[in-house]
């Protein structure tokens, strides 16, 4: 099945910057990879996704680029907001199924 | 985005006695469901694919008869923690795919903080 890593499990950072949470798969099959943000005791929501036919895509503040010849993507958000402040994950799919990073959790400092 | 819902959203019982856990499509219709598990500040981890119709999936190391699940309509999947202990206290999640065409999105219920006594 897909192995998902997700670097860093932490982050801080002051509200204005940017914040770059990166992710590798392992499965070359894999085609689609959604990112999910978690506030606490909720369930995830999908903030944006990528499929493997495109190498970047961007909604607003928050972009995400794929290089599948590395295997690996990345979550961008740009002036960041203490209310980004939140568990973040990737996942990758094999057919239907998602397999998850193990989350950053990223803190905005106002 | 698509809505899916779960019921209840927190549950506290006495260990050996049984909990289910609903979820709902709101506003489309779900051949398939997924549930997961979620203990404090890890990632998430499906438990098992609920197949309307047919018997549900279950990952590897998913007791199936101490997690069961029912998939009765294209709108509903129950998950049934039977003989409830304490280390299945847990966050229990959901999620669907929003239809046809769609089938690689999931959209996620609010979740279940499930404690066992």
């Known amino acids: 099945g897909e192995n998902v890593e997700q670097h860093p499990s932490t982050l801080s950072v002051q509200e204005g910057d940017s914040a770059v949470i990166k992710c590798t798969y392992s499965?070359?099959?894999?085609?689609?990879f959604p990112w999910y943000k978690q506030e606490l005791g909720k369930g995830p929501q999908l903030i944006i996704d990528i499929r493997s036919n495109v190498g970047e895509k961007k909604d607003q503040r928050i972009a995400v680029t794929l290089n599948k010849t590395a295997k690996h993507f990345s979550l961008h958000i740009t002036e960041t907001q203490p209310e980004d402040s939140a568990v973040y994950f990737c996942a990758g799919n094999t057919g239907n199924q998602f397999y998850f990073g193990t989350g950053t959790s990223l803190t905005v400092i106002p | 985005g698509a809505v899916v819902s779960q019921h209840p959203s927190r549950v506290i019982c006495k260990s050996g006695t049984s909990v289910k856990i609903e979820c709902r499509s709101l506003d489309f219709q779900a051949t398939t469901m997924f549930w997961y598990r979620q203990f404090p500040k890890q990632s998430l981890m499906l438990m098992a694919t609920?197949?309307?119709?047919?018997?549900?999936?279950?990952e590897q190391g998913v007791e199936k008869d101490k997690f069961l699940i029912n998939h009765a309509s294209l709108t509903l999947s129950t998950l049934t923690v039977t003989s409830a202990h304490p280390e299945d206290s847990s966050f229990y999640i959901c999620?669907?795919?929003?239809?046809?065409?769609?089938?690689?999105?999931?959209?996620f219920g609010p979740g279940t903080r499930l404690l066992v006594l």
């Open positions: 499965d070359s099959a894999s085609n689609y």
């Open positions: 609920s197949n309307e119709g047919s018997k549900a999936t279950y």
């Open positions: 999620s669907a795919p929003p239809g046809a065409g769609y089938q690689e999105t999931q959209y």
